[in-house]
């Protein structure tokens, strides 16, 4: 299991008070704070080896090349990708969805045509499969989902049909937690020829994944979710298809040959990474990739699992607090308190020095699902304690009391 006490000192964040209370962070769903080592290596790049990678013929541009590389292999067997240069960088999760929704789908999808979705993703992986469809003619289909947020996967042959080109699912939900069974979704999806994208966004933090295993085609995440910095994303995609894609932006670094009226592309990776990458963001990803291979990723798991768990029956104990979301579920945990608002609640947490996210979660569609306009939301990740939780749920005690009062209830 995780020494977390020890984890905690890598985290130099973490040590802080706000409003007087030391600091409870519970957002890493929307993005994760940085061990010590990724900041030093991100410094050590500005600070030692500052240089463009792929280009310059001098020793900074060199090792900068080389610890580039570097990271894509590190990443590369992270995911279990088969060979590194089907991983490409990217600035997020966001931007490696767009990159197979223009290259891939706007060039794959016709009119009469289906995209699958799950009417549980994050923006992010609804919004450009709304424009690929406008701009295709193609057409949106969602999977059905169960009372407590789960996928349906008994009648996935309705769904997905010959019609099918395309089923796009998060693996792991930011709302409800709810860890979808990929690996049924694609078998169901390649039996009838569609193509599968997978939104790691939420799982490639906090369990193991294989993307080989989980027989998708392209698979989404981003960064600074798992340690990492912001500005780098990863697009994992079969050789076959992102060879014979179409790139996605043009300019430097992603070209073999140019003459004024047309180009031919460079090989895989570098088709797909057009212009200076974010380089100290890429080999700063490396040095998260490392740190959360030595914690080890069944480890990972098995700590937020246990912390999910104790969270979900204290929070059962505070009167008039409702839970979304299946049992069995990531690290988080998305609620709202009798009738008060998500934004109210985020804000008395905050005068106890607690972080959660409030708000809709880049998710309506799920809101309008739940039935509510928004909901509270306390993520977890390999820093945090069954104190944090504690500190939770005395705020939450707080807040209670606090509009209890107001209202005169
Ligand atoms: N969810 C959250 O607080 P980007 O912004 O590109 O790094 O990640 C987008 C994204 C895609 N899919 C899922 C399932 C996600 O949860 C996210 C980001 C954050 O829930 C910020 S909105």
Known sequence: ??????????????????????????DSAAT???PRVVIETVERYYAEYNANVHRAIHALGERATIRYEEARRKVARFINAPEPETVIFVKNATEAINLVAYSWARNNLAEGDEIVV???????NL?????????????????????????????LDDVITERTKLVAVTHASNVLGTIVPVKEIAYAARRKGAVVLVDGAQSTPHMPVDVQALGCDFFAFSGHKMLGPTGVGVLWGRRELLENME????????????????????????KFEAGTPNIAAVIGLGAAVDYLTGLGMENVHAHEQQLVQYAMAELRKVPGLTIYGPEHRGGLVTFN???????DLATIL???????????????PVMRWLGVPATARASFYVYNTEEDVDRLVAGLH???EFFGHVAGK
Not at 118 to 124: C, F, M, N, R, V
Not at 138 to 155: H, K, M, S, Y
Not at 247 to 270: K, N
Not at 350 to 364: D, K, L
């Open 337 to 343: 308190l009798e009738d008060i608002h998500p934004h």
């Open 247 to 270: 790139p996605f932006l043009g300019g430097g670094d992603m070209i073999s040959s140019v003459s004024l009226t047309e180009s031919r592309w460079a090989d895989l990776p570098y």
């Open 127 to 155: 919004v450009p499969w709304q424009l690929a469809a406008k701009a295709t003619g193609a057409r949106l289909r969602f999977f059905e989902v169960t009372e407590d947020g789960r996928i349906r996967t008994d009648n």
């Open 1 to 26: 299991m995780i020494d977390v006490q020890a984890v905690r000192r890598d985290f130099p964040v973490l040590d802080q008070m706000v409003n007087g209370r030391p600091l409870v962070y519970l």
């Open 398 to 400: 707080t807040a209670r």
């Open 32 to 34: 994760a704070q940085k």
């Open 350 to 364: 905050n005068e106890e020095g607690i972080a959660i996210r409030a708000g809709h979660h880049c998710a309506e």
């Open 118 to 124: 799950s009417p549980i993703e994050h923006h992010s």
